[in-house]
């Protein structure tokens, strides 16, 4: 009987990953979320803004401005280090066009607006990006 129990303990484990919770070794698995941040699905292209600081410390205090309900184009035209300084307007960019972790933050957030920014942060080998996306297609 002991070879049965190790048998059904095998059934029952079937399909569990090694960290016993259903996912495979690969991390793959029902339960993971697909659209992290509610970014649109399938979205090939994004409108963005970005602030760019240099110093972490810079970054911060711009963050403590958002929070406090600046809007994000005039943060961006305060404290971002980037050339352009349009109110940290990059346009409309393509998958595969930005730094990785840029892109990887920007696709997973939802589209916003300057006056009510929905934003993410990035650390790129440019410097501390906050992000904002103001629409997809």
């Not at 690969?26 to 803004?49: C, F, H, L, T, Y």
């Not at 401005?65 to 809007?71: F, S, T, V, W, Y």
């Not at 589209?111 to 009510?116: I, L």
Request: hydrophobic share 25%.
């Amino acid at each position: 009987m002991a070879g049965k129990k190790k048998d059904d303990n095998k059934k029952a484990d079937a399909g569990k990953g090694k960290d016993g919770k259903g996912k495979d070794a690969k991390g793959k698995g029902g339960d993971d979320k697909k659209d992290k941040g509610g970014g649109a699905k399938g979205a090939q292209s994004i409108n963005v803004r970005h602030i760019l600081c240099e110093k972490h410390s810079k970054k911060e205090e711009a963050l403590a401005k958002l929070r406090d309900g600046a809007k994000f184009d005039e943060v961006a035209k305060e404290y971002s280090e980037d050339k352009a300084r349009q109110g940290g307007a990059l346009g409309w960019k393509t998958k595969g066009s930005l730094a990785p972790e840029f892109e990887a933050v920007a696709y997973g957030l939802e589209n916003s607006t300057t006056g009510a920014p929905k934003y993410g942060e990035a650390k790129t080998e440019f410097g501390y990006h906050i992000i904002m996306v103001e629409g997809r297609r």
